[in-house]
T-cell receptor, first 115, second 114 residues
Framework: EPEVTQTPSHQVTQMGQEVILRCVPISNHLYFYWYRQILGQKVEFLVS????????KSEIFDDQFSVERPDGSNFTLKIRSTKLEDSAMYFC?????????????FGEGSRLTVL | AQSVTQLDSHVSVSEGTPVLLRCNYS??????LFWYVQHPNKGLQLLLKYTSAATLVKGINGFEAEFKKSETSFHLTKPSAHMSDAAEYFCVVSGSSNTGKLIFGQGTTLQVKP
């Protein structure tokens, strides 16, 4: 069964360092997303990406964050200068079709710990 | 704005007894609603979804949910809990934009006792 894969599964970094979280969406999917879940809190939308550009972003997704699809398979989330409050589980997701008729598939998450 | 409230942060049932996880939603338009499950150290898996078709939705692993517009509810049920059902469950509503954004509830931890 096709799946969304994320690397690394866990990353520990120092405050102020740059972090790149990587995702390989399902191969024929066109719409890509990042969500995050701070420990003990709800899953929050960060950004959606379609046709090589951001289609929507939340207020969390400030200038420290960026996304990129550098080739035909990877979808990355970069945090330029990490803060303690960026510690969270980050989920990548993808879907084939727009709207909500098609299923959104999530990866297993990348846990980021900022010290 | 769209939002969901999961009324219980933690539910504990005995194996073989019914499961009820409660969810209320708020939406300014007719929403799509979902239940996702997250097992420990796993990703989020879709259990079922409502997208304005039948109000009683059947999902995987024997779960079902009923969309009740008058009560703005979308409770998740299962007639008989299994040990493998122990997980975190999220009620989710579609965002107002056409980007496919989802808005999650706070989650309910389901504990199943032998």
């Amino acid at each position: 069964e096709p799946e969304v894969t994320q690397t690394p599964s866990h990353q520990v970094t120092q405050m102020g360092q740059e972090v790149i979280l990587r995702c390989v969406p399902i191969s024929n999917h066109l719409y890509f997303y990042w969500y995050r879940q701070i420990l003990g809190q709800k899953v929050e939308f960060l950004v959606s990406f379609y046709n090589n550009e951001i289609s929507e972003k939340s207020e969390i997704f400030d200038d420290q964050f960026s996304v990129e699809r550098p080739d035909g398979s990877n979808f990355t989330l970069k945090i330029r200068s990490t803060k303690l409050e960026d510690s969270a589980m980050y989920f990548c997701a993808s879907r084939f079709a727009p709207g909500f008729t098609g299923e959104l598939f999530f990866g297993e998450g990348s846990r980021l710990t900022v010290l | 704005a769209q939002s969901v409230t999961q009324l219980d942060s933690h539910v504990s049932v005995s194996e073989g007894t019914p499961v009820l996880l409660r969810c209320n939603y708020s939406s300014s338009y007719s929403p799509s609603l979902f239940w996702y499950v997250q097992h420990p150290n796993k990703g989020l898996q879709l259990l079922l979804k409502y997208t304005s078709a039948a109000t009683l939705v059947k999902g995987i692993n024997g779960f079902e949910a009923e969309f009740k517009k008058s009560e703005t509810s979308f409770h998740l049920t299962k007639p008989s809990a299994h040990m493998s059902d122990a997980a975190e469950y999220f009620c989710v509503v579609s965002g107002s934009s056409n980007t496919g954004k989802l808005i999650f509830g706070q989650g309910t931890t389901l504990q199943v006792k032998p």
